[in-house]
């Protein structure tokens, strides 16, 4: 009897499996993937490009994601007399003393006094003089949602509420009701991407890996690492410059088999982006600006690194995806023998003092009023304390940063603090008041998005009231 063999795979499948083989297992390039997302890549006999002034119609939109559920319950600290009481009562543990806090004076007052975690320092200065803002008690939601409709289960919820990966992929796509193949942010980067002229990299920029978040039809992340775009690793050294003049030599030599010449086109495309990108790079303006030597700070100096050279690449539109983790804090949150001290304090003084410079290095690059930033996260957390830290909410509260910003106010509205109140679903768990589509909406509005066609960026946008919440001007 004959032997019996599986089909033969088709061509393109059979090159698709043998590159990402050949790269796994000869270590020629530590991740294909990282080099060659871009839209467009740098062709032989190109002329070499080097920095230039940014144009008066750039725009870049910056997405810190806070990985694990940040507590924003103690970013955002009710301090009048009974409202803090109350907040005491609830957080346990978790609550810190009035001395320490930051005071804040929203310009639109609710009837409650509020402060910020003593940790944000360099954000309480930029809220104070207008440069920052407060998005209050947003989350992930199919429709607007209240407590009656939640316990009479009378309306469709976001699936799988409280899980880290699926809020994550919520947040990052907008698209709660339903499985989604791309995110908000790569939705967006394919409809604007035409008012970049003749792009060299692409407008969709990651200093923290691929994430869902920028995932588009048409336009592709490209992940760069915050000491410049990834190069050659594994035997073949990038620290070495006659291995690596070799290896691109050989990699540009006609193939005569249809995978080498495959795996030769992809990798030495992948090799020119990262080399077109670390020369540009190399010739960007040196800032006077000083960046923290942390996680988010090295990640936001290369941001602003990319946005001082985004006139040689051609690009007028910037989308920049940072993430730090550790949000997660189910234990450890606050020290207990000085609240204000803890994972958390150490979790928010980095963000804060990261978002400082960040915004001195917009001021200093002209585009302070061209740069948004925008926090986002898994999740909030429970307003009462499991013992030691907190544990999976749902509403949360957001910082958002930039010259264009209408600062100095807390904007939608803050939840009724109280266990088995009117706004929660049990231990502080807030219903959102704000969804992340409205969230989005208005940071999509400002970047150029017509209200016609905000609805292909954020397809559930029509099922609620405010598709723009005015916190940009």
């Given at each position: 009897m004959p032997p019996t063999h599986a089909p033969d795979p088709s061509r393109r499948r059979f090159i698709r499996q043998a590159c990402c083989a050949a790269v796994g297992s000869t270590g020629l390039l530590s991740s294909l993937a990282s080099l060659r997302l871009i839209g467009a890549i740098a062709r032989p006999g190109d002329a070499?490009?080097?920095a230039a002034a940014i144009p008066s119609d750039y725009k870049a939109l910056v997405c810190l994601f806070l990985q694990g559920g940040n507590d924003a319950n103690n970013l955002i600290i009710p301090v009048d007399a009974a409202s803090y009481a109350a907040y005491v009562s609830a957080r346990s543990?978790?609550?810190?003393p009035a001395a320490g806090v930051l005071p804040i004076t929203p310009r639109t007052a609710d009837g409650r006094s509020w402060a910020l975690h003593p940790a944000l320092a360099e954000f309480q200065a930029l809220f104070a003089s207008g440069q920052a803002a407060l998005?209050?008690?947003?989350g992930t939601l199919v429709q607007p949602t209240t407590l009656a409709q939640y316990r009479a289960g009378s309306v469709p919820l976001p699936k799988q509420l409280f899980s880290h990966s699926d809020q994550q992929v919520q947040w990052q796509s907008s698209v709660p009701d339903r499985p989604s193949t791309t995110g908000w942010g790569g939705r967006l980067a394919d409809l604007v991407n035409a008012a970049n002229t003749n792009p060299q990299l692409s407008m969709s920029?990651?200093?923290?890996g691929t994430n869902f978040f920028q995932v588009g039809s048409q336009v592709s992340q490209y992940a760069i690492s915050s000491s410049g775009a990834v190069t050659f690793a594994g035997?073949?050294?990038?620290?070495?410059?006659?291995?690596?003049?070799?290896?691109?030599?050989?990699?540009?030599?006609?193939q005569p088999a249809l995978f080498d010449a495959a795996f030769a086109g992809l990798s030495g495309a992948a090799i020119a982006s990262s080399d077109l990108v670390n020369t540009v790079l190399a010739s960007a303006p040196v800032l006077a600006t000083t960046f923290p030597a942390t996680t988010l700070g090295n990640q936001l100096k290369m941001a602003a690194k990319l946005i001082s050279t985004s006139a040689a690449f051609g690009l007028k539109r910037q989308i920049f995806f940072c993430q730090?983790?550790?949000?997660d804090l189910h234990a450890s949150q606050v020290n207990a023998a000085d609240p204000l001290t803890g994972s958390h304090a150490t979790l928010f003084t980095q963000l804060s003092q990261a978002l400082g410079a960040f915004y001195r290095a917009t001021v200093e690059l002209g585009v302070a009023s061209q740069v948004t930033t925008f926090t986002a996260s898994d999740f909030g957390r429970t307003y009462s304390s499991n013992g030691d830290g907190s544990d999976h909410g749902w509403g949360n509260h957001q910082l958002i940063l930039g010259g264009a910003v209408r600062g100095g106010d807390i904007y939608g509205r803050m939840p009724v603090l109280t266990v088995n109140g009117?706004?929660?679903t049990g231990r502080g768990r807030w219903i959102p008041t704000t969804s992340v589509d409205e969230y989005a909406g208005t940071l999509a509005r400002w970047f150029g998005v017509s209200a016609t066609d905000l609805g292909t960026v954020l397809p559930n946008i029509s099922r609620f009231p405010h598709p723009n919440l005015g916190f940009l001007g």
């Open positions: 070499p490009i080097t543990n978790l609550a810190l998005m209050a008690n947003v920029l990651s200093l923290a035997t073949t050294g990038g620290n070495n410059p006659l291995r690596y003049a070799a290896q691109k030599d050989l990699l540009a030599q006609a730090v983790g550790g949000y009117p706004d929660d």
